[in-house]
């Protein structure tokens, strides 16, 4: 009868054990669907943070409030929060059960001087001063949807944080735009404060909504996703003289225009646009104050944007030749400041992380609605973190379903809006990168 006994406890023991690891099993193997029904259960409050946001816009540097709505959500979620870095950034560090690596995440704060036109019941009313100036504030890029996805995301690992490997670190941070004048800002200046350290990051996730796409769609490209962005000045020399004598003068206005025709050949003729697409493009032109002077100097303004850095290069080198030896054939002379006020490297997304990831972007939005997209010629200050850890970036569909992207208000516009149902999708994705990453890290 003892033996019976003890045999009878045994093969209970072993069913209870068997029960337990094929709970645990299925909870490891099934935590994809955990996130799905979390992110559809916070999916409202990702919503309505979205809409406090963007209703109280604040621009590069000055996203107090921005920060202080932040760290109190994190700070109730018991997320060791640090606030303050690089000028308003805050910084989440979440610590798995479970020994890992350091995943970052990140997301944009700060909005841009523009009105908005949209006719909505939480549309920005905002006006602040920026550089010297009064003017409209509004979240006209969808950093605000940036900032409530992943305020959600902290939401939703925190909650899982038994099952959880490694240490996810939520960066939120400012001026992605650029900071004021006279100010340091963005990635740059946060990654100069440590940002990546304490504990060392070992790989950087960050997404951005595009208004025409479909909500529910992912885009997403390994290598260059971004270009790399660069303003420069030109200004060009000349001599002054009365309108009606130009034979006494060195004309700077002809002169430029000669520069600006000439530059348009560099993407044309040098750049080959079969590996990467290019961009120079002059947007400001000063010279001059009455019809009958010849002015003394022009001044130009431009940008240029690039995919690889050896095609920047190649760019760089090759504005300065136009600028200075068609001012030089004239008579005049050119004085080019490139860059002029502000770089941003191009955003590379590294191969074996893209490769290795791409099925949690799958995962989190169906295979059907993931695309390999072209590069864009907009730029990111993301990119910093990129250079420094590997990182993956990605877009996420922010247009209503069903809608012609044409309709869609553009980036950066007054007529710029957002889609709520597509924020779900940016949660599920950054929540499903975390595991699958912490699953597949071998250090």
């Not at 997320?79 to 990140?106: D, H, N, Q, S, Y």
């Not at 990654?191 to 070992?202: A, M, Q, R, T, Y």
């Not at 004598?245 to 700077?252: E, F, H, L, R, Y």
Request: charged fraction near 20%; glycine fraction near 10%.
């Amino acid at each position: 009868m003892k033996i019976f006994k003890t045999l009878k406890t045994s093969m209970l023991l072993f069913t209870v054990f068997c029960a337990c690891s094929f709970q645990l099993f299925g909870q490891k193997n099934n935590y994809s669907e955990i996130i799905a029904n979390k992110a559809e259960e916070i999916e409202q409050k990702v919503i309505n943070w979205r809409h406090d946001i963007h209703q109280h816009p604040e621009l590069g540097n000055r996203e107090f409030r921005t920060a202080k709505l932040i760290a109190k959500h994190l700070q109730s979620l018991g997320i060791e929060t640090k606030t303050k870095v690089g000028f308003t950034g805050v910084v989440g560090i979440l610590k798995g059960e479970f020994p890992g690596p350091v995943i970052a995440l990140r997301a944009d704060m700060d909005a841009l001087p523009v009105a908005e036109k949209n006719d909505l019941p939480f549309a920005s009313k905002v006006k602040a001063d920026y550089n010297g100036e009064e003017t409209s504030v509004m979240h006209a890029c969808g950093h605000d949807t940036h900032v409530a996805i992943l305020m959600g995301v902290a939401e939703v690992l925190s909650s899982m944080k038994k099952d959880l490997k490694g240490t996810v670190k939520f960066i939120f941070q400012p001026a992605e735009e650029g900071p004021p004048k006279g100010e340091e800002g963005g990635a740059k200046l946060m990654i100069k404060e440590g940002v990546l350290e304490n504990p060392s990051v070992d790989v950087i996730f960050g997404l951005h909504i595009v208004s025409d796409k479909e909500v529910g769609k992912i885009m997403y490209r390994p290598g260059g996703m971004l270009a790399g962005a660069s303003d420069f000045k030109i200004t060009v020399l000349g001599k002054p003289s009365h309108g009606s004598k130009p034979w006494t003068s060195v004309d700077p206005i002809l002169v430029a225009a000669q520069i600006v025709t000439s530059l348009q050949q560099i993407v044309s003729r040098n750049v080959n646009l079969r590996a990467n697409p290019a961009v120079v493009t002059i947007g400001a032109i000063n010279g001059g104050n009455r019809s009958n002077i010849i002015s003394a100097q022009v001044e130009m303004l431009g940008t240029v944007r690039a995919l690889s850095n050896e095609d920047e290069d190649l760019i760089y080198r090759r504005l300065r030749q136009i600028a200075e030896k068609t001012a030089e054939a004239a008579g005049a002379s050119a004085i080019v400041e490139l860059p002029y006020s502000g770089y941003t490297p191009p955003t590379f997304n590294d191969l074996e992380l893209t490769k290795n990831m791409l099925p949690s972007l799958q995962k989190s939005a169906g295979t059907e609605n993931v695309a390999l997209v072209l590069p864009a010629t907009g730029a990111e200050d993301f990119s910093f973190f990129a250079q420094k850890v590997p990182g993956m970036y990605f877009g996420i569909g922010g247009m209503t379903k069903g809608q012609d992207p044409k309709t869609a208000g553009p980036h950066h516009t007054p007529e710029f809006i957002i889609d709520d149902a597509g924020f779900k999708t940016g949660v599920k994705a950054f929540c499903n990168l975390v595991f699958d990453y912490g699953a597949l890290y071998k250090k």
